[in-house]
């Protein structure tokens, strides 16, 4: 099986998501990157033997028969697909006594990190849902001279990747000490730590290709001596885009510091698409042969294998987005779905909403 689309899995969701079950009967099973299938195989079997204890007769017939068609179909599989595997299955017949017994199988197109076994009268669909609104990552960075903590921000989901101490003393000096060499000690030490925060931000961002910013939160002070002074390698320096004054630098502080920076997120999304349409009308005025606009030329240039990037409007047609998405994506050419939500991509739709830039002239 192959693995599905962006478009595929909302289709999925808006699908799935209009099912209930009488009681706890619709099964959702999500298995990660790199799980062992048969553990998750043998954990099933054994909920098997639980479920024989639900009070409820139809209520144990449905579960026991879901986990029957669940196992049955993972033994099928070799090994967990390269990104993780979801599964939802149930009895999902809207007439009490009849059965309607369905299994969905996604193969994800991102790594899936959840893992979960869930009997409930929906199927869970958050963690799936969130995939297919990540298409880029954000790294955190909260920072004192005593402590720094770095995450990421991918989707909705916050995660911590490294938290680090700096070991530098307390303000009580050690008996002796002048106050100028504890002075330089401390300031010997602090930059110490400024350098080990840049070195692990360089390993953990450096060669990510989705990293689309970097959001730096700490006391004023700090965070601005560590980037003022030039510690993150430039390449990470250039994608800083908001420095957040706040006191928190412990885990709870990744989520003060995307709190507080919602609305340089959202701009974020804007300015990207802002570029995307810059580029493509700039394209179409100054080399109009490696452009295309409206739908005919658009599909013909898809079908030579010459679009580049493909811009479709939000407001176009589900089906239609989704014909032309999965053209582009047979072609490897690049799919940037844009909104109406600034003057360019209001214009891009009023010009038609289909639009390329091509690889070569055709």
Not at 257 to 283: M, N, P
Request: aromatic share 6%; proline share 3%; with cysteine.
């Amino acid at each position: 099986m192959a693995q599905f689309t962006k478009d595929e899995i909302k289709e999925l969701l808006e699908e799935l998501e209009n099912y209930r079950g009488r009681a706890t009967e619709l099964i959702t099973v999500y298995i990660p990157a790199g799980q062992n299938l048969y553990t998750v195989v043998d954990q099933l079997e054994a909920e098997k033997s639980t479920a024989k204890n639900i009070k409820s007769t139809s209520t144990r017939k449905n579960v026991g028969n879901a986990l029957d068609k669940i196992t049955r179909y993972l033994r099928e599989y070799k090994k967990t697909p390269e990104n993780g595997l979801a599964v939802f299955c149930g009895n999902i017949s809207k007439i009490e006594g009849q059965d309607d017994l369905q299994l969905w199988e996604v193969e994800t197109p991102q790594p899936l990190k959840t893992r979960m076994y869930r009997c409930d009268k929906e199927f869970i669909l958050e963690p799936l849902r969130e995939m297919t609104e990540i298409t880029e990552i954000y790294a955190l960075l909260v920072m004192d001279r005593k402590e720094a903590t770095i995450g990421m921000l991918e989707g909705k989901r916050i995660e911590v990747l490294q938290k680090m101490t700096s070991g530098i003393p307390s303000k009580v000096r050690a008996g002796g000490q002048s106050s100028q060499r504890f002075h330089r000690i401390t300031e010997g030490l602090t930059k110490d730590f400024y350098k080990r925060i840049a070195a692990e931000m360089k390993n953990i961002f450096y060669e990510n290709q989705k990293l689309k910013g970097i959001i730096v939160g700490g006391p004023m002070p700090t965070k601005d001596e560590f980037l003022d002074n030039e510690y993150l390698p430039t390449p990470l320096a250039q994608k800083v885009i908001g420095r957040i004054d706040q006191g928190d630098t412990s885990e709870s502080g990744l989520h003060e510091l995307v709190q507080r920076s919602q609305d340089l997120l959202a701009g974020q999304e804007i300015i990207h698409e802002k570029k995307v349409l810059e580029k493509f009308f700039e394209t179409l005025g100054e080399n109009r042969e490696l452009a295309t606009l409206k739908e005919i030329d658009t599909r013909k240039a898809l079908e030579y294998g010459a679009v580049d990037m493909l811009i479709l409007s939000k407001d176009l047609k589900k089906p239609l987005i989704k014909e032309l998405t999965k053209l582009a994506e047979n072609t490897s050419s690049n799919v940037e779905v844009v909104s109406t939500e600034t003057e360019e991509g209001q214009q891009f739709n009023n010009m038609g909403g289909i639009g390329a830039i091509l690889r070569f002239r055709i």
